[in-house]
């Protein structure tokens, strides 16, 4: 994967290069990552909106300079709630201190921020793969109730 990769004609019957099952944060910045860079991807995931849950990120620390560097710092920062201090305690005892800035997030609003972000050569599909087919010169991927991506 290089930045230079342009899109190019696929095969007939092709409607992408790259499918990605599983939309929560790893896979929608893997797509959003691999659309930037060119390629025809389509990601897949059972969940058109990630369902909330009580599941919370916190962003700090080299994890921020790497949202920053690839653009999706601001995105990030709009939808969580900052703060500047960690303090540790145990039985009613400050243990430490951390001073930076952080970030806390519900994952499902993580995840929503980051799929806004999706470039348009990544096309979304809200399905469940029920089958993934691979053959020597096309792969095939079977979502239940939507055409197969190829």
Known sequence: MTAEHSLRPLPEGTDTEIAVVGGG???????TLLGR?????TLIDRHHVFPREFRVEKIAGDQIDKLRRIGLLDSLSTAAAAFDEIVNVR??????????RHYGIFYDDLVAAMRAELPKAVRFVAGR???VEAGPERQR????GQPDVT
Do not use: H, P
């Not at 860079?37 to 991807?41: D, E, H, I, K, M």
């Not at 039985?91 to 930076?100: E, F, I, M, P, Q």
């Open 91 to 100: 039985k009613g005892r400050v243990l430490d201190r951390t001073r930076a």
């Open 141 to 144: 991927v079977s979502i239940i």
């Open 129 to 131: 793969v029920s089958a």
């Open 37 to 41: 860079s060119g390629y025809r991807v």
């Open 25 to 31: 944060l790893s896979g929608t910045l893997a797509a």
